[in-house]
């Protein structure tokens, strides 16, 4: 059972450059998140999408976009990518946002350096 | 608004002794409180949760934490720390917005030494 599968791992980029990163869930979860992790701020919500055809704005939404292409699969667009961008993100999911009781279920993290 | 506090960046313990992880929230309501622990490199692991009933809330690899309301405190608890116990972690409280998002702490390393 893979659970929350992010790609790529590892990436390194160039100012203005764009990438997309890759989350995947295979729980049936109907939520899905995106954070990023920064030494010192823990982590900060930068999109969500409570159920499949939505997305909402987070806590730092600037510099990003969302698409949550269907139930399983929800990804993080960088369209001019910054040094400011340079961080860890974590793809993250939960059964129910509503009912449920709320634990997220983790990726394994995309660690991303911008030059 | 919601929020979580770590008072502590890094907490100091001999293996063998008792441990505590700090927290301190702030809600308007009746808090679902979370730890998280992250090993290096790796993704968050889910510990433990408090949603209602018992103070005292047990959870995986030998933790526990307790819940006081009057000192709207969640700190987490082990009586007995192992080396492999070092890592980084964290508090979380669900975020009363309906969307399910939790809203984390700054973290709080946990070095356990021989």
């Known amino acids: 059972n893979a659970g929350v599968t992010q790609t790529p791992k590892f990436q390194v980029l160039k100012t203005g450059q764009s990438m997309t990163l890759q989350c995947a869930q295979d729980?049936?979860?109907?939520?899905m998140y995106w954070y990023r992790q920064d030494p010192g701020m823990g982590l900060r919500l930068i999109y969500y999408?409570?159920?499949?055809?939505?997305?909402d704005k987070g806590e730092v939404p600037n510099g990003y976009n969302v698409s949550r292409l269907n139930k399983r699969e929800f990804s993080l667009r960088l369209e001019s990518a910054a040094p400011s961008q340079t961080s860890v993100y974590f793809c993250?999911?939960?059964?129910?946002?509503?009912?449920?009781?709320?634990?997220?279920?983790f990726g394994e993290g995309s660690r991303l350096t911008v030059l | 608004a919601q929020s979580v506090a770590q008072p502590e960046d890094q907490v100091n313990v001999a293996e063998g002794n008792p441990l505590t992880v700090k927290c301190t929230y702030s809600?308007?309501?009746?808090?679902?409180l979370f730890w998280y622990v992250q090993y290096p490199n790796r993704g968050l692991q889910f510990l433990l949760k408090?949603?209602?009933?018992?103070?005292l809330v047990k959870g995986s690899y030998g933790f526990e934490a307790e819940f006081n309301k009057s000192q709207t405190s969640f700190h987490l608890k082990k009586p007995s720390a192992l080396v492999s116990d070092s890592a980084l972690y964290f508090c979380?409280?669900?975020?009363?917005?309906?969307?399910?998002?939790?809203?984390f702490g700054q973290g709080t390393t946990l070095q356990v030494k021989p």
């Open positions: 408090y949603i209602t009933g018992d103070n």
């Open positions: 993250a999911s939960t059964l129910d946002h509503v009912a449920g009781t709320g634990e997220l279920f």
């Open positions: 999408s409570a159920s499949e055809g939505t997305t």
């Open positions: 729980m049936n979860h109907n939520s």
């Open positions: 979380a409280v669900r975020d009363y917005s309906n969307t399910g998002k939790l809203i």
């Open positions: 809600v308007s309501g009746n808090p679902y």
